[in-house]
């Protein structure tokens, strides 16, 4: 692992991150996340897809094919050789094994850092984490990670996707958009921090565009590796529900009247959630996820309790309501998945 400053690297060091591979660069976060490192311009980026996959990739892609999660990692090695980064963008559905295998394979191939596919929930807060179910999972990565020795982690803490959640469904963010009802959690006035999908990816391309190390101890300015086994926090919104209502009556041109509102205790469908997933029924665990993440302590809004690495980062400052219309045309097609 490089530590250090630049000045004291061997020759040949450049400070900068040049070569990113990203498993996933098809799907719903990995595609945002390779169109802003492509747009920064700053990176060989290469897609590892596995040999049957039909995804398109974008112009400037290099792409490998191999079945990574085959316990013969030899060739998943070989690809993964000279790599800088490796950003694992995954279905949450994916095989839990399957990120570990990845972890394992860029250890042997030297990869200085590894995104394990971890977008969304505060990754220090340990009670948030272990009622959401998340817990077991971050330590297996860390622990894994630590174990090899070779790479250091980052984790992007985005929170909820703010047009994936707003469409998905009454489970999420409390609307229907095909039935035009709305579900108020409580009072509705807990705010939380959201992140859409554009701004995930210009963090993590960012991210990887600082220079890597200090140049000496004098350089103050960011880098990459104040990030290593750390979180990044970035944010689109904070908000409360009534705030993504106002949007969304903006957007739509509707007023009160023309919604059916009703309202729901949080603590009773989270135990709704937290009985369901005793009996293993995963159609509650979207239900208990976001009830969750409502709580009025304050787990959601990470903002207030640790700040956030926008302006670090240079993240600009987005439009509520071209979020909101994205997230209203993904709930009338009915473009997310586990929806209720």
């Given at each position: 692992?490089?530590?250090?400053?630049?000045?004291?690297?061997?020759?040949?060091?450049?400070?900068r991150?040049?070569?990113?591979?990203?498993?996933?660069?098809?799907?719903?976060?990995?595609?945002?996340?390779?169109?802003?490192?492509?747009?920064?311009?700053?990176?060989?980026?290469?897609?590892?897809?596995?040999?049957?996959?039909?995804n398109?990739?974008?112009?400037?892609?290099?792409?490998?094919?191999?079945?990574?999660?085959?316990?013969?990692?030899?060739?998943?090695?070989?690809?993964?050789r000279?790599?800088?980064?490796?950003?694992?963008?995954?279905?949450v559905?994916?095989?839990?094994?399957t990120?570990?295998?990845?972890?394992?394979?860029?250890?042997?191939?030297?990869?200085?850092?590894?995104?394990?596919?971890?977008?969304?929930?505060?990754?220090?807060?340990?009670?948030?984490?272990?009622?959401?179910?998340l817990?077991?999972r971050?330590?297996?990565?860390?622990?894994?990670?630590?174990?090899?020795?070779?790479?250091?982690?980052?984790?992007?803490?985005?929170?909820?996707?703010?047009?994936f959640?707003?469409?998905?469904?009454?489970?999420?963010?409390?609307?229907?958009?095909?039935?035009?009802?709305?579900?108020?959690?409580?009072?509705?006035?807990?705010?939380?921090?959201?992140?859409?999908?554009?701004?995930?990816?210009r963090?993590?391309?960012?991210?990887?565009?600082?220079?890597?190390?200090?140049?000496?101890?004098?350089?103050?300015?960011?880098?990459?590796s104040?990030?290593?086994?750390?979180?990044?926090?970035?944010?689109?919104?904070?908000?409360?529900q009534?705030?993504?209502?106002?949007?969304?009556?903006?957007?739509?041109?509707?007023?009160?009247?023309?919604?059916?509102?009703?309202?729901?205790?949080?603590?009773?469908r989270?135990?709704?959630?937290?009985?369901?997933?005793?009996?293993?029924?995963?159609?509650?665990?979207?239900?208990?996820?976001?009830?969750?993440?409502?709580f009025?302590?304050?787990?959601?809004?990470?903002?207030?309790?640790?700040?956030?690495?926008?302006?670090?980062?240079?993240?600009?400052?987005?439009?509520?309501?071209?979020?909101?219309?994205?997230?209203?045309?993904?709930?009338?097609?009915?473009?997310?998945?586990?929806?209720?």
């Amino acid at each position: 692992m490089t530590v250090g400053y630049s000045k004291d690297q061997p020759q040949g060091f450049t400070n900068r991150i040049e070569r990113i591979a990203i498993v996933g660069a098809g799907g719903s976060i990995g595609k945002h996340l390779t169109e802003q490192l492509l747009k920064n311009g700053n990176h060989v980026v290469t897609a590892i897809t596995r040999p049957s996959s039909t995804n398109k990739m974008p112009e400037g892609v290099q792409v490998a094919r191999v079945d990574y999660g085959n316990d013969d990692d030899a060739a998943l090695v070989e690809v993964l050789r000279g790599q800088q980064v490796l950003l694992i963008t995954m279905n949450v559905m994916a095989p839990p094994d399957t990120t570990i295998k990845l972890i394992r394979a860029a250890a042997k191939a030297g990869v200085p850092y590894i995104e394990p596919n971890w977008y969304g929930h505060d990754a220090a807060n340990d009670p948030l984490c272990d009622d959401s179910m998340l817990k077991s999972r971050r330590d297996l990565l860390i622990a894994e990670i630590k174990r090899l020795g070779v790479s250091a982690y980052l984790f992007l803490v985005c929170n909820f996707w703010y047009e994936f959640s707003l469409g998905g469904g009454s489970d999420r963010f409390g609307f229907d958009f095909t039935k035009r009802t709305f579900t108020i959690f409580d009072d509705g006035n807990v705010p939380i921090n959201t992140s859409t999908w554009p701004q995930c990816g210009r963090a993590i391309a960012k991210l990887l565009s600082l220079k890597e190390l200090p140049e000496d101890e004098n350089d103050k300015s960011p880098t990459l590796s104040q990030f290593r086994n750390r979180s990044v926090y970035i944010s689109s919104f904070r908000l409360t529900q009534h705030d993504m209502f106002e949007s969304v009556k903006r957007v739509t041109k509707t007023t009160d009247a023309d919604w059916t509102i009703t309202h729901d205790s949080i603590p009773e469908r989270f135990k709704e959630g937290q009985e369901g997933m005793k009996v293993h029924n995963w159609e509650v665990f979207t239900k208990m996820l976001y009830s969750r993440m409502f709580f009025p302590n304050g787990d959601g809004d990470y903002e207030s309790k640790r700040g956030l690495d926008n302006e670090l980062l240079g993240l600009p400052e987005e439009d509520l309501d071209e979020a909101t219309a994205e997230g209203i045309r993904m709930g009338e097609n009915k473009e997310v998945p586990f929806s209720h």
